[in-house]
Each structure stands twice: as C-alpha cells, then as structure tokens.
C-alpha cells in the first residue's frame, strides 16, 4: 500500500522537473550559441594575444555557463508542458481478458449472417 502511494507520488512529482520538448529544444539552442560566442571571442583574444590558453579559458567560461543553464531543469524551459494520457490502474488491465475478437466465432457469425459485437 505505502509502496505504491510512494511510487505514484515520486511520478507525480517527477512529471514537474521534466523539460517538455519546446524546452529542449531552446535549452540546446542555448548551449550551442553561448559555446560558439565564446569559442568565438576566446579564439578573437587568443589570436591577438598570441595565447591558446586564453582561447581554451574562455571556451570553458562559455562551457560552464552554459552548463549552469542548460542542465538543471529550470521552470523557463517547461513553460508548454505536455498533457498526458491518463495511465490504467493494474486493476483495470487484467492480462487474462483478451481484448481481441475470437476469429472462429466471427466466422461463424459471418456464416450465419449474423454480426459480431
């Protein structure tokens, strides 16, 4: 009883934390131009410093900024959450019913003229 109160509470408050799919898709769009406009600007001051380690510097800053903002899931990327079907309690799915029409009694009623339910 407790196990299963536990589980369905964990999933409930799970399904607030998950990123939906418009939040992925600027979350990763994020991390791509953060990464490129420091790589871009480590590379500008790496060249006119005549240093790589600047380059790689900033490169990582860009990383680690990016990092803070795309990893966690923040609220900012779950502003168009999902709706999502309803799952079926274990009681109501018994797997000894058999969902599908018995084709020897389609058959038959089909032979008889009669139609099947």
Request: glycine share 6%; charged share 25%.
């Amino acid at each position: 009883f407790f196990y299963h109160r536990a589980v369905a509470l964990s999933r409930s408050l799970l399904l607030h934390f998950i990123m939906d799919f418009k939040g992925q898709f600027y979350c990763e769009r994020t991390f791509q131009i953060l990464v490129v406009i420091f790589g871009a600007i480590g590379f500008v001051l790496g060249y006119i410093q005549q240093e790589f380690r600047l380059t790689f510097l900033c490169l990582a800053v860009g990383g680690g900024i990016s990092a803070v903002l795309c990893l966690p899931d923040w609220p900012c990327w779950n502003r168009h959450p999902l709706d999502w079907i309803p799952s079926v309690d274990d009681e109501e799915c018994d797997p000894d019913t058999d969902s599908k029409p018995d084709k020897k009694k389609t058959k038959q009623n089909k032979k008889a003229g009669t139609k099947s339910k």
